[in-house]
């Protein structure tokens, strides 16, 4: 089966609005500001050199490149002439363009994504992903946020499609995306678990699983080197920055199960609660069809990371809402796999299917309308 490309235009298309309405509005946040005054610092100076690399230099690197085009259109066009006249404050608006644009793209990656399991579950993850407001949130600001859930949709992505043709170069490029996304964050660097599962679940490959895992590993560190050269030039400010940021931002209180209920209210806040049972729905349905298939290597990849990063996040008591940005590909996925795999189920006990479309259309109501009013919301915020 294939959607319509006017349904999948149209979930599009609404991605996009929620990201570009606006957009130059708003207030500069806190990350907003230390992404564009490093790049800053890398256009007028040729170098960046922090005390602490509290953040890795893939979002800093491409936002830049963002800055140098715009600054080449504007000599052509004549709105300047000299570096001199080219301020952080005009840079602004090209910085959220390029972030939003990354967002958009996140929608497409997640819905290929669903097409493992049939349209319409491509079609309604691709829905929930784009409405959903943490990702509509960070997708209107410069930052990482908007790098680390696309890397993190493309990991997962390039694992799934590694799975299904064996060959090297797949893992290749699933271990690269994972590196990627750990340049973005540090947080991301645990995604590479995706690749490494992959790996040892490919059953039509000659060459044995630890040759995989050597080649996405491989992958990952050289993605890695080269999109944060300063983990090799400045190796001190790398170590002190990863040790400030992996530090548990909260007391030792929150660890553990408190901070898995601080965590799961901010899925809450994300998907709202009927989205956030879908969730779990799915997450029980996947580890049920990793167990007795079809399809576990599919399966098995979808669920496994969201369940071990959410396992650490609260173990290790991370609470900030950038923190749980990696799961959102996963977790929209599974919500669309619980609506329409869980009540595909319900032909086992003879209900008409005129009964089960009317579920299916009520639960993808219940699932995309609240956090689509709360994204209209915050536009509307930014607007004002």
Do not use: K
């Not at 793209?105 to 819905?111: G, L, T």
């Not at 696309?150 to 994972?178: D, M, N, Q």
């Not at 399966?299 to 950038?322: E, I, K, Q």
Request: proline fraction near 5%; glycine fraction near 8%.
């Amino acid at each position: 089966m294939r959607s319509s490309l006017v349904n999948v235009g149209l979930v599009v298309v609404s991605a996009a609005l929620l990201r570009y309405w606006s957009l130059r509005l708003g207030f500069v946040s806190a990350i907003e500001t230390e992404v564009v005054r490093g790049a800053s610092q890398l256009i007028r100076t040729g170098s960046y050199r922090p005390a602490a690399l509290t953040h890795p230099t893939l979002p800093l690197y491409l936002h830049t490149a963002v800055a140098i085009v715009h600054f080449l259109v504007g000599a052509v066009r004549g709105a300047w002439t000299s570096l001199a006249d080219y301020g952080p404050h005009q840079f602004v608006a090209w910085g959220r363009g390029f972030s939003a644009f990354l967002g958009t793209a996140v929608v497409v990656i997640v819905y290929q994504i669903g097409m493992r399991w049939g349209a319409r579950h491509a079609l309604l993850a691709a829905g929930l992903m784009a409405v959903t407001p943490a990702h509509v949130a960070v997708s209107r600001e410069i930052g990482d946020g908007s790098p680390l859930v696309f890397f993190s949709a493309l990991t997962l992505l390039c694992s799934l499609a590694a799975v299904e043709r064996g060959r090297r170069r797949s893992f290749i490029a699933a271990g690269a995306a994972a590196g990627l996304a750990a340049s973005s964050h540090y947080a991301g660097a645990v995604i590479l678990i995706v690749p490494l599962i992959a790996g040892w679940m490919t059953v039509n490959d000659e060459r044995s699983r630890l040759s995989r895992a050597a080649w996405v590993v491989t992958a990952a560190v050289a993605a890695f080197v080269v999109t944060t050269p300063l983990s090799v030039r400045d190796l001190p400010a790398f170590l002190d920055g990863f040790a400030a940021a992996a530090s548990p931002w909260t007391a030792g209180s929150t660890a553990g199960a408190a901070g898995a209920l601080e965590l799961m209210r901010q899925l809450m806040r994300a998907f709202d609660w009927p989205g956030m049972m879908l969730v779990l729905a799915g997450v029980a349905l996947a580890i049920i069809r990793a167990i007795t298939g079809p399809g576990h290597s599919r399966w098995t990849l979808l669920v496994s990371f969201p369940v071990l990063y959410f396992t650490v996040a609260a173990w290790h008591g991370f609470t900030a809402d950038t923190v749980l940005l990696p799961l959102l590909p996963a977790a929209v996925v599974l919500a669309a796999n619980a609506v329409i795999s869980g009540v595909s189920l319900l032909r086992r006990f003879d209900i008409p299917r005129a009964a089960r479309t009317t579920l299916i259309a009520a639960l993808t109501v219940i699932a995309v309308l609240p956090p689509a009013v709360h994204s209209i919301a915050l536009v509307h915020r930014a607007g004002r």
